[in-house]
């Protein structure tokens, strides 16, 4: 182990032999290892793993593992509290199927005091009895990014607060019910896709930025655009809507009343499939029975979507549209406005068209029919850059490198 610098352990199964062979390997020091992944897929019964197997970590490298920065475990035990293996780890992904405890997330900041990105994912999170995390607050000087994945279908996360001091938080399936309980932190804006969303908040008593992602999974039915114009309503200036997720003719919206900034991001070639049939937010909105109602709105952005950071555009056979750039017609527009949403002023501030193609029969027209509804009409090259963003997928379902993920 001398010499090595990546160590990757996959079991899935398990015997003797196998055994002895990954305590010598683990019990050396690793002076130059950086990466190290264990994970134990092993699915027989607890008397077929040798006694103590991957859950007996005193001796883990020697406790020598000084370049160690990158760490993965799944389904096996935590070091003890006085081991000194990953005293240098800045990345850390943990998952087991069982219960995570505070107990657990406590010890894990104390074993890694270097820690700047921590992902966890449990069958469910419990405060422990007693636990001192909770009530005085999960402290660490060099935490920024923390994942929260939860594989059943409830989950309630009453110390999420204490993580107040992070630059980013994700949650995952059902974490996302955490939403609800973050007092400290005030949404400002939000981005909303089909199957994620951004939330932009500021710490009340601070005045410090965080940046929530919500991942929707299929045993979680409440998606996270829902969640958060439930959630939020009262405190977003600034929104961004995949037009995907307008509400349609049945759903009950409240009124917007600190909304002061809308974007409303086209859906692009890749996000229309035959399995998600959608008419457009233009038809939509124009059959909707009563407006969404935003008095103080100013502005209303119409954009491309934003690129993906995570694969280039993929055209199918199935898709009728291969089109390098999108069209919008601004006498759509004036209609969605008209029939879509309402507003208490007589005129909108201005109206953005960004990264679309205007493609009226009759432009001049079509430019004094919108200009019935606001003061300016600006068209813009390039997508929406300050609040259209890209939503990055689910990193549990993509295996996302997680320093790429929260730098996204």
């Not at 032999?17 to 690793?30: F, H, Q, V």
């Not at 920065?69 to 035990?77: A, F, I, K, P």
């Not at 973050?182 to 896709?193: E, K, N, Q, V």
Request: glycine share 4%.
């Amino acid at each position: 182990m001398s010499h090595v610098q990546s160590l990757a352990i996959q079991v899935e199964s398990w015997s003797s032999r196998i055994w002895r062979g990954l305590s010598r390997a683990m019990s050396e020091p690793a002076p130059c290892l950086v990466s190290f992944s264990l994970e134990d897929y092993f699915v027989g019964t607890s008397d077929s793993r040798p006694p103590g197997a991957l859950d007996d970590w005193d001796d883990l490298f020697a406790n020598v593992a000084p370049s160690l920065t990158r760490c993965s475990l799944y389904g096996v035990g935590l070091l003890p509290a006085t081991g000194a293996a990953f005293r240098a780890v800045t990345c850390f992904d943990y998952s087991i199927l069982s219960t995570m405890s505070t107990a657990d997330i406590s010890r894990i900041l104390t074993l890694m005091p270097c820690l700047r990105t921590l992902a966890l994912m449990a069958g469910e999170f419990h405060v422990s009895a007693g636990d001192t995390a909770c009530a005085g607050g999960i402290t660490h000087n060099t935490l920024r990014n923390v994942l929260l994945s939860v594989l059943g279908d409830r989950c309630a996360l009453p110390w999420i607060p204490q993580f107040q001091f992070v630059s980013n938080i994700s949650l995952v399936g059902a974490a996302t019910l955490a939403l609800e309980s973050l007092p400290y932190h005030s949404p400002h804006g939000a981005c909303l896709g089909p199957m994620g969303a951004l939330v932009f908040t500021r710490h009340a008593v601070s005045n410090t930025e965080t940046l929530i992602r919500l991942h929707h999974t299929l045993r979680h039915t409440e998606l996270p655009s829902s969640l958060i114009l439930r959630v939020a309503v009262d405190s977003l200036t600034w929104l961004a809507i995949d037009e995907l997720v307008w509400p349609d003719s049945e759903a009950v919206v409240s009124t917007m009343n600190t909304l002061r900034t809308l974007t409303v991001t086209l859906a692009s070639c890749s996000e229309m499939t035959p399995f998600y049939p959608h008419a457009g937010v233009f038809v939509t909105a124009c059959t909707t029975t009563a407006r969404w109602a935003m008095p103080y709105l100013r502005e209303l952005r119409i954009s491309s979507a934003p690129p993906s950071q995570e694969s280039p555009h993929v055209s199918y056979d199935w898709q009728a549209c291969r089109c390098d750039s999108m069209t919008v017609s601004l006498v759509d527009i004036a209609s969605f406005i008209r029939q879509g949403i309402s507003f208490a002023t007589p005129k909108l501030e201005t109206v953005v068209v960004a990264g679309l193609t205007v493609v009226d029969y009759d432009f001049a027209s079509a430019w004094l029919e919108l200009m019935r509804f606001s003061e300016r009409i600006d068209i813009e090259e390039e997508h929406d850059m300050t609040y259209a963003r890209c939503i990055p997928g689910n990193p549990g379902l993509t295996r996302a490198d997680l320093d790429k993920y929260f730098a996204m």
